[in-house]
Structure formats: C-alpha cells, structure tokens
C-alpha cells in the first residue's frame, strides 16, 4: 500500500493539468478553512479513482486557486466496485505504540504546494489528518465527505512570499464531486 501513496506526488503533478469541467454543476462544492481562513478551491484539477489490479485502488482529489494546490488521497484495498469504501482514512507521522516496536500504518496522505511565478513549492509535511468519504455514487460517479490535516514546514523553498510554520485545514467539505476511474 506505501508503494500506492507513494506515487501520489508524481501522479497528481501529472493530473494537475487535466483539470475536470464537469464538477461545474450547481450541487458540486469544495471548501476549507486554512490557517483561520475560509478557503475555496478556483480551479478542480482532478478528481480520480486508480485502480491497481491486485495490490490496491487509490482516490485523489487536486485543488488549487492561484496562490495554492491542496492533493488529498487515500487508499484501501482492491473492490470490485468503482467506488472507495464509505469510512475515514487517516494519516499518521510514522507514530509508534508506547513500547516503541509497531508502526501504525497510514492510509491517507495530503500535501499543500504554493503556486508562485508559475512554479510549485512543497514546504511543508503532513503530521497528522483525515479524510472521511461519507458517500460514493459509482454509477453516478460522485463523491462526498470531509477532510482536514496539519503539516509542519520542513524548510524554506523559495524567498517570495513567507509561509507559516504551521499550515492548517479545518473543516474541509466536498460534495457531489465527479470523479473518473483510471486503470492500472
């Protein structure tokens, strides 16, 4: 399931261009409070549900607007069913149990990139975060629910704008969101 996550980045910089026109109807919506600050989304890059033959599926959303893109992913077993299991996933900074001897596994992973002069910078780590799929219409190809996370910085990337040490979503809803199912 690692390797499923761990193609996050790559695949969503390759989705980030095909940006989905039919999440333009009036019942689909995304928002979030980042950092204090009530957040919507200009632009939905990629909604996509990837499917891996007999190792696992992954769902991803990409967001953007012009300062900022939020990816959001989770994973979970192979279904037979274009859909995710309805359930919260979570994310999990390599956390282990008080004996120190087991790793609790992550099955969600989110990142925050700025948009600066046509360039992206990834500064911070996700810590810990969520993202509940609370409905899943495979004939319909829609999708519900609601997502927050934290991440701490890691480092300064870039000199034009000063981004916070903390950076984080609260109250993060989608509803309704068309998505499309890919193959591997």
């Given at each position: 399931?690692?390797?499923?996550?761990?193609?996050?980045?790559?695949?969503?910089?390759?989705?980030?261009?095909?940006?989905?026109?039919?999440?333009?109807?009036?019942?689909?919506?995304?928002?979030?409070?980042?950092?204090?600050?009530?957040?919507?989304?200009?632009?939905i890059?990629?909604?996509?549900?990837?499917?891996?033959?007999?190792?696992?599926?992954?769902?991803?959303?990409?967001?953007?607007?012009?300062?900022?893109?939020?990816?959001?992913?989770c994973?979970?077993?192979?279904?037979?069913?274009?859909?995710?299991?309805?359930?919260?996933?979570?994310?999990?900074?390599?956390?282990?149990?008080?004996?120190?001897?087991?790793?609790?596994?992550?099955?969600?992973?989110?990142?925050?990139?700025?948009?600066?002069?046509?360039?992206?910078?990834?500064?911070?780590?996700?810590?810990?975060?969520?993202?509940?799929?609370?409905?899943?219409?495979?004939?319909?190809?829609?999708?519900?629910?609601?997502?927050?996370?934290?991440?701490?910085?890691?480092?300064?990337?870039?000199t034009?704008?000063?981004?916070?040490?903390?950076?984080?979503?609260?109250?993060?809803?989608?509803?309704?969101?068309?998505?499309?199912?890919?193959?591997?």
């Amino acid at each position: 399931m690692k390797k499923i996550l761990g193609g996050l980045l790559l695949l969503s910089i390759l989705f980030t261009s095909c940006s989905s026109d039919e999440n333009d109807d009036n019942n689909s919506s995304i928002s979030a409070t980042i950092n204090g600050v009530e957040w919507k989304p200009t632009k939905i890059n990629s909604v996509t549900l990837i499917k891996i033959s007999g190792s696992g599926q992954r769902f991803d959303i990409n967001i953007q607007d012009d300062s900022q893109m939020l990816m959001l992913a989770c994973e979970s077993d192979f279904t037979s069913k274009d859909a995710m299991p309805l359930k919260e996933y979570n994310f999990y900074e390599d956390l282990e149990d008080t004996d120190g001897d087991e790793w609790i596994p992550s099955d969600a992973l989110f990142v925050n990139t700025y948009l600066i002069d046509g360039n992206t910078y990834t500064e911070h780590m996700p810590v810990v975060g969520k993202m509940t799929i609370t409905a899943m219409d495979p004939e319909k190809k829609t999708v519900s629910g609601t997502f927050s996370f934290k991440a701490e910085k890691g480092g300064a990337l870039q000199t034009k704008i000063v981004t916070p040490d903390i950076f984080e979503v609260k109250n993060g809803v989608f509803n309704n969101l068309s998505y499309t199912v890919l193959s591997q």
